[in-house]
C-alpha cells in the first residue's frame, strides 16, 4: 500500500524582507477513503492557543445551574425509553447513565453521561474505569435496539465534548445513534474493501512512524490523513459493530480512550470529538477521535471553509508528533 504525500512549495515576500522566502504545505491521501488533508506550519507558532484553565472552571460554574444532566435534575427533566427497547427505561452501569436523546439524530438516539455527579472532567480525568462504564451502556443500548428493530444495523457511539467540538451541553457525555442508512462517513467506509484494512495497519506496523502500539484486540495509530489535530485511530477486528462488543473489549477500548484523552492532555487540548462506526460483517470496527479548539472567551474555531465545504482539515501538529508524544503508552 503507498502512504501517497506530496510537498508543495512557492515563495512570498514577508512582512520586513525584500526578498522572496519559501512556504510550504503537504497535502496527504487517506489510505483507507482517499480524502485529503493538508500539513501546515504557521509563522505564528501553534494554530490553537493552550487551555485556559480559568475559563474552563468558569464555563463549569456558569452552566451547572441550570445542567439538566446534574444530580437534582437529571431523573426529572430526561426522557425514558419504551418498556419495548428496554424495560427499565434507562440503561445504568457503575455511575453512568443512558436516556433517549431528545434531539433525534438517528432513528434511534441515546445521551450518556459518565456520572450525573460529574459535571467537570478535564481529559486527564478521563479513567478507564467511567469511560469503560460509558461505553458499556452505550453498547447495551446499541444491542437493544437491535433486538428491538433489525433493520436498525447501522450504529455509531460518538462523542462532543465541550463547545468547540458542536457540544451544546459542558456535561461530559456521549452520544449514540442506530437506523436504517450510513451516515455519510459510514458509507464511505463500508464500501472499503476488507482487505484494505488490513493492508493499512500492516503498513502502518511495517513503517512505525505512526504506529502506537496494541492494547490487546485494538491497534492504535496515529492517523496518516488527518481529519483534525492529533487525529487517533483503534482498529478492531472481528466486532464489526458496537453490539459485539464484549464486557473484556469494552473495558479494553475504555483504557485506550482513557489513554488518548490524556495524551490530548498533555499536548493542550481540553476539546475533542470522537465516533466509533458501526460496519458491515467482516470489517473491522473502526474508533477515530481528534482534538477541537480550547473553550475560551474569544477563540478561532478550527472550522472553516477547508472542512465544511472541501471537507478536509488544515492542521499544524503532524501524526509524528503525536506518536512520538504518545511514546510506549500504548504498547501493552
Given at each position: 500500500?503507498?502512504?501517497?504525500?506530496?510537498?508543495?512549495?512557492?515563495?512570498?515576500?514577508?512582512?520586513?524582507?525584500?526578498?522572496?522566502?519559501?512556504?510550504?504545505?503537504?497535502?496527504?491521501?487517506?489510505?483507507?477513503?482517499?480524502?485529503?488533508?493538508?500539513?501546515?506550519?504557521?509563522?505564528?507558532?501553534?494554530?490553537?492557543?493552550?487551555?485556559?484553565?480559568?475559563?474552563?472552571?468558569?464555563?463549569?460554574?456558569?452552566?451547572?445551574?441550570?445542567c439538566?444532566?446534574?444530580?437534582?435534575?437529571?431523573?426529572?427533566?430526561?426522557?425514558?425509553?419504551p418498556?419495548?427497547?428496554?424495560?427499565?427505561?434507562?440503561?445504568?452501569?457503575?455511575?453512568?447513565?443512558?436516556?433517549?436523546?431528545?434531539?433525534?439524530?438517528?432513528?434511534?438516539?441515546?445521551?450518556?453521561?459518565?456520572?450525573?455527579?460529574?459535571?467537570?472532567?478535564?481529559?486527564?480525568?478521563?479513567?478507564?474505569?467511567?469511560?469503560?462504564?460509558?461505553?458499556?451502556?452505550?453498547?447495551?443500548?446499541?444491542?437493544?435496539?437491535?433486538?428491538?428493530?433489525?433493520?436498525?444495523?447501522?450504529?455509531?457511539v460518538?462523542?462532543?465534548?465541550?463547545?468547540?467540538?458542536g457540544?451544546?451541553?459542558?456535561?461530559?457525555?456521549?452520544?449514540?445513534?442506530?437506523?436504517?442508512?450510513?451516515?455519510?462517513?459510514?458509507g464511505?467506509?463500508?464500501?472499503?474493501?476488507?482487505?484494505?484494512?488490513?493492508?493499512?495497519?500492516?503498513?502502518?506496523?511495517?513503517?512505525?512512524?505512526?504506529?502506537?502500539?496494541?492494547?490487546?484486540?485494538?491497534?492504535?495509530?496515529?492517523?496518516?490523513?488527518?481529519?483534525?489535530?492529533?487525529?487517533?485511530?483503534?482498529?478492531?477486528?472481528?466486532?464489526?459493530?458496537?453490539?459485539?462488543?464484549?464486557?473484556e473489549?469494552?473495558?479494553?477500548?475504555?483504557?485506550?480512550?482513557?489513554?488518548?484523552?490524556?495524551?490530548?492532555?498533555?499536548?493542550?487540548?481540553?476539546?475533542?470529538?470522537?465516533?466509533?462506526y458501526?460496519?458491515?460483517?467482516?470489517?473491522?470496527?473502526?474508533?477515530?477521535?481528534?482534538?477541537?479548539?480550547?473553550?475560551?472567551?474569544?477563540?478561532?474555531?478550527?472550522?472553516?471553509?477547508?472542512?465544511?465545504?472541501?471537507?478536509?482539515?488544515?492542521?499544524?501538529?503532524?501524526?509524528?508528533?503525536?506518536?512520538?508524544?504518545?511514546?510506549?503508552?500504548?504498547?501493552?
Amino acid at each position: 500500500m503507498e502512504l501517497r504525500r506530496e510537498v508543495l512549495q512557492a515563495e512570498i515576500v514577508y512582512p520586513g524582507s525584500d526578498h522572496p522566502g519559501p512556504t510550504s504545505v503537504e497535502v496527504r491521501w487517506d489510505p483507507l477513503t482517499g480524502h485529503t488533508a493538508r500539513l501546515v506550519t504557521s509563522p505564528a507558532g501553534a494554530l490553537f492557543p493552550p487551555a485556559d484553565l480559568g475559563a474552563l472552571a468558569t464555563l463549569a460554574e456558569e452552566s451547572r445551574p441550570t445542567c439538566p444532566f446534574c444530580p437534582e435534575r437529571i431523573e426529572q427533566v430526561t426522557p425514558r425509553f419504551p418498556a419495548a427497547v428496554w424495560p427499565e427505561g434507562r440503561i445504568r452501569r457503575g455511575r453512568a447513565l443512558l436516556f433517549p436523546n431528545l434531539l433525534t439524530y438517528g432513528h434511534y438516539a441515546s445521551v450518556s453521561v459518565y456520572g450525573a455527579e460529574l459535571h467537570a472532567l478535564r481529559l486527564g480525568e478521563f479513567t478507564p474505569e467511567l469511560v469503560g462504564d460509558n461505553l458499556a451502556v452505550q453498547v447495551a443500548f446499541v444491542g437493544a435496539v437491535a433486538r428491538h428493530d433489525p433493520a436498525a444495523r447501522w450504529a455509531s457511539v460518538n462523542a462532543n465534548h465541550l463547545v468547540p467540538s458542536g457540544g451544546s451541553l459542558f456535561h461530559p457525555h456521549l452520544q449514540g445513534t442506530a437506523g436504517p442508512f450510513p451516515t455519510t462517513f459510514q458509507g464511505m467506509l463500508a464500501e472499503v474493501p476488507v482487505e484494505r484494512f488490513a493492508d493499512y495497519l500492516a503498513t502502518e506496523r511495517r513503517l512505525g512512524a505512526r504506529h502506537l502500539g496494541s492494547t490487546g484486540r485494538a491497534e492504535w495509530l496515529a492517523a496518516f490523513a488527518p481529519a483534525g489535530p492529533a487525529e487517533l485511530r483503534a482498529l478492531v477486528p472481528g466486532a464489526p459493530t458496537p453490539a459485539e462488543l464484549d464486557d473484556e473489549l469494552v473495558a479494553e477500548l475504555g483504557r485506550g480512550i482513557s489513554t488518548a484523552l490524556g495524551l490530548y492532555a498533555e499536548l493542550g487540548f481540553e476539546s475533542f470529538n470522537l465516533a466509533l462506526y458501526g460496519l458491515p460483517p467482516g470489517h473491522p470496527l473502526l474508533l477515530r477521535m481528534l482534538c477541537r479548539q480550547n473553550p475560551r472567551p474569544f477563540y478561532r474555531s478550527d472550522v472553516m471553509y477547508l472542512e465544511r465545504l472541501h471537507w478536509e482539515a488544515a492542521v499544524d501538529l503532524t501524526p509524528e508528533q503525536v506518536a512520538e508524544q504518545a511514546g510506549d503508552r500504548f504498547r501493552g
